[in-house]
Structure formats: structure tokens, C-alpha cells
T-cell receptor
């Protein structure tokens, strides 16, 4: 079974631009979560999608948004990039339906390294 | 909000020896899950072990085991027979049941010496 894939793996943008990151979950997984990882703030939850609906959202400004498609693939978008948005963005997938432990386990992709200049 | 604390920023262990990583958490929830993830220098996060809060029995996965103390809100990870490939950052994480949101600790960097 293929793992979680994220594209692109590396991205360099300048302040003020916008960026879209993509995540394809493990086959059969319907929940996709996004996390931001920085040296200063560690791993922080951005949002989680299930069946094309946002179920949970972290404490990030509205510049950070996401969506999920009918095939469970997800994208996140960051508009008006700031220097502080430089981070590793991780996507994780899980079955996400029943709330059991096995259903809740999250499997991570390799991440997208975003650098904002 | 749940807080996860890993009090050891770095640990070093000799190959074949045992190392224990500490994790404490703060929550008012009764139904939750706890996880340990490993992030090697390649950066891919790997699920190491998981635990359900209402199960008293400590989880074990090969050389990895946990000591779950629910009343003390403690969830430590023991790595036995350490191998060079265990060198990584280890994150403790909390999830409220049906929340699908992980709250992570700051991580512990483990270095296994040959």
C-alpha cells in the first residue's frame, strides 16, 4: 500500500506571494490533517478534513486555508506569505470514521519544506 | 487545551543499551489516545507505538514499550537494545478520542553511539 505523498517536496517563495501544497492520503483513508513544524514553535496543528468537510481547525490566521476533494486528496493554501511561514508542512492521513484507536492513527507524508524569502 | 511536556531535550545512549524518554500531559479528558512518533534526520515521521487511555496494559512493539500511568498523566517510552537506526527525534503526542487532532510535545533528540 502506498504511503502518504506530498508535493512539492521543496518550495521557495517570496513575501506576499501565495502557495498551494498538495497531499494524497493512503488509499482508503478519508481524513487528512495538516501540521506546521518550525524550530521555534514545534509541531502545530493547522486543520483536519474528512469527507470534504473541515472538522477541526487550529489557531492559525485566515491566510491559511485548505480543502479536500472527493477522492480524499487535500490541498492547503497560504496567501500573502510572511517570513515566519517558512516551515516544514506535514500532512497526515487516517481512516477517520469510527473514533477507534486504529481509526485514529495518523500516518505522515515526507513533508513540504517551504522557504519564504 | 491539552499540553504535552517532554522534559528531556536530548539523550545519548550506547548501542545495545536501554534508554527511557519521559512524557507528561495535561488533560481533563477521560477518553484519549497517546502516541510516540519518531522523526529521523530524513524528516519522515514514523508512528512507533500507540496506547488507549482506558487500557491498563502497557503497549509493546518489538524493542519499544511504554509505561502508561494514567493517574500521573505520564507516558514514557523505553527503547531496549538500542540500534544506530534509532537515532532520531522522538515526539510524544496526545489525541482526544474522535478529535483527529494531535498535540505534540517539543521532542527529545536521541543519539545512539556505536
Amino acid at each position: 500500500k502506498a504511503g502518504v505523498t506530498q508535493t512539492p517536496r521543496y518550495l521557495i517563495k517570496t513575501r506576499g506571494q501565495q502557495v498551494t501544497l498538495s497531499c494524497s492520503p493512503i488509499s482508503g483513508h478519508r481524513s487528512v490533517s495538516w501540521y506546521q513544524q518550525t524550530p521555534g514553535q514545534g509541531l502545530q496543528f493547522l486543520f483536519e478534513y474528512f469527507s470534504e468537510t473541515q472538522r477541526n481547525k487550529g489557531n492559525f490566521p485566515g491566510r491559511f486555508s485548505g480543502r479536500q476533494f472527493s477522492n480524499s486528496r487535500s490541498e492547503m493554501n497560504v496567501s500573502t506569505l510572511e517570513l515566519g511561514d517558512s516551515a516544514l508542512y506535514l500532512c497526515a492521513s487516517s481512516r477517520g470514521e469510527l473514533g477507534t484507536l486504529r481509526d485514529s492513527e495518523q500516518f505522515f507524508g515526507p513533508g513540504t519544506r517551504l522557504t519564504v524569502l | 487545551a491539552q499540553t504535552v511536556t517532554q522534559s528531556q531535550p536530548e539523550m545519548s545512549v550506547q548501542e545495545a543499551e536501554t534508554v527511557t524518554l519521559s512524557c507528561t500531559y495535561d488533560t481533563s479528558e477521560n477518553n484519549y489516545y497517546l502516541f510516540w512518533y519518531k522523526q529521523p534526520p530524513s524528516r519522515q515521521m514514523i508512528l512507533v507505538i500507540r496506547q488507549e487511555a482506558y487500557k491498563q496494559q502497557n503497549a509493546t512493539e518489538n524493542r519499544f514499550s511504554v509505561n502508561f500511568q494514567k493517574a500521573a498523566k505520564s507516558f514514557s517510552l523505553k527503547i531496549s537494545d538500542s540500534q544506530l537506526g534509532d537515532t532520531a527525534m522522538y515526539f510524544c503526542a496526545f489525541m482526544k478520542r474522535t478529535d483527529y487532532k494531535l498535540s505534540f510535545g517539543a521532542g527529545t533528540t536521541v543519539t545512539v553511539r556505536a
